[in-house]
Structure formats: C-alpha cells, structure tokens
C-alpha cells in the first residue's frame, strides 16, 4: 500500500514537472518570434483576433479537442488528460510574463532561442508521458482517429497539423521560417525524448520502488 501511494505521488510529481518544462520550451519559440507549431500558429492567431491570452486559448481549444476525442472514443480520457488541458495554458501565461524572457536582437539569437526551445519542449513532454498518468487532448485526438480511420499516426498527425495550421495562418498567427523548423523537427526530437524519458522515469520508479520496500520491511 505504501510502495503504491508512494509511486503514484513520484509519477504525479514527474507529470507536472515535464508540464512546468514543456510549457517553458513553448514559450521559448513563442518568444524567439520565427514563428510557431501549427497549434501554437492557432492559439496565437485566437488571440490576435479575439484578445484573452494565449494560453487561455490553449485551454479553449484544448475543451473542444478532448470532447471531440472523447465522442469518438466513447470514453471519458484519464484525469491527465484534463490536469494538461489547464495546467499547460496557466504555465504558458505565467512564464510570458517573466520579464528576462526577451526576444533576441539578432537573428542567430532568435534562431538559437527557437532550437532550445523546441528541445526543451521535447523533453518536457517526453517527461509528461513518461509518468503514464494521461496524454494531453491533442494526443488524446490523434490516437482516437487513428483508432478510429486504421490511418497510421504519421498520417493522421501530418493531417490534423496541416489543417491547424491552415486555419491558424487564416487568423494570422505567426507563420515563417521557425514554423517549417518546428514542423521538421518536432517528430523527431519528440522520438529521441520520450524514449529516453521513460527509460530513465522507469529506472527511478524502480529505484524508489526497492528503497522503500527495504524500508517497509525494515519498519515490519
């Protein structure tokens, strides 16, 4: 019983750690200002025509997404997938008012801020999944159309980020050289982290997992 409380608080802990950096590497391409992920193309481009801010359009869209994918899966999401929706938003404005987060002068500065940010990004989400507590509503989408049409995840995440991003350039969101960047290099840097992520979380998890059972039989 305590070995379980123990490792469900150690998974939780990890989630939001990997949604506190995954939020600050959106932020960072945001700030780099080359232009965005195609959902960040969107958010963005809300924002220009509609106010709020930009991560509560990331909340916004993110309630229509995870009800989509849930009328198409026909099953409620794990409360992750909720905790993300909100969290992420809250993150992204809480750190786009940190006032040393500047947007660099020049263009290798913006360019660089742009790659730290897209790693960063990576990172962060390979540290969110890795702690198995729920997929974000995007996620939670793509797998339920896959489930759904038989297409193959390439596929279906290829077609979801071109429409996004088509209507997000519509609303004027922040469409350039960094866009093209991202795109590219998303999938791949996002193949490197979440595998390195869940080794290294699964590795913790067991570490924990033999510590405490050594206390707990230490205490009996």
């Given at each position: 019983m305590a070995n379980n409380m123990t490792e469900t608080i150690f998974k939780w802990v990890v989630y939001f750690i990997g949604?506190?950096?995954?939020?600050?590497?959106?932020?960072?391409?945001?700030?780099?200002?080359?232009?965005?992920?195609?959902?960040?193309?969107?958010?963005?481009?809300?924002?220009?025509?509609?106010?709020?801010?930009?991560?509560?359009?990331?909340?916004?869209?993110?309630?229509?997404?995870?009800?989509?994918?849930?009328?198409?899966?026909?099953?409620?999401?794990?409360?992750?997938?909720?905790?993300?929706?909100?969290?992420?938003?809250?993150?992204?404005?809480?750190?786009?008012?940190?006032?040393?987060?500047?947007?660099?002068?020049?263009?290798?500065?913006?360019?660089?801020?742009?790659?730290?940010?897209?790693?960063?990004?990576c990172y962060g989400m390979g540290l969110y999944i890795s702690a198995k507590c729920g997929a974000g509503p995007r996620d939670s989408l793509m797998m339920?159309?896959?489930?759904?049409?038989?297409?193959?995840?390439?596929?279906?995440?290829g077609s979801i980020e071109i429409i996004v991003l088509f209507f997000g350039w519509l609303l004027g969101g922040p469409v350039f050289i960094g866009t093209i960047i991202t795109t590219l290099s998303l999938g791949y840097m996002a193949g490197v982290m979440i595998p390195f992520c869940e080794k290294s979380t699964d590795k913790l998890f067991s570490e924990l997992f033999k510590q405490n059972k050594k206390i707990f039989e230490k205490v009996c």
């Open positions: 949604l506190l950096i995954m939020s600050l590497g959106i932020v960072l391409t945001i700030k780099a200002e080359l232009g965005v992920s195609s959902w960040d193309v969107l958010h963005i481009g809300l924002y220009y025509q509609f106010g709020l801010t930009i991560g509560s359009w990331t909340i916004i869209t993110g309630v229509f997404v995870l009800l989509i994918a849930t009328i198409l899966m026909k099953r409620v999401p794990q409360l992750g997938a909720f905790i993300n929706m909100i969290t992420i938003g809250i993150f992204i404005d809480l750190y786009l008012l940190l006032p040393f987060l500047h947007t660099p002068h020049s263009f290798l500065g913006q360019l660089l801020m742009l790659l730290i940010g897209i790693v960063v990004l339920a159309l896959v489930e759904k049409t038989g297409k193959s995840i390439t596929v279906i995440r």
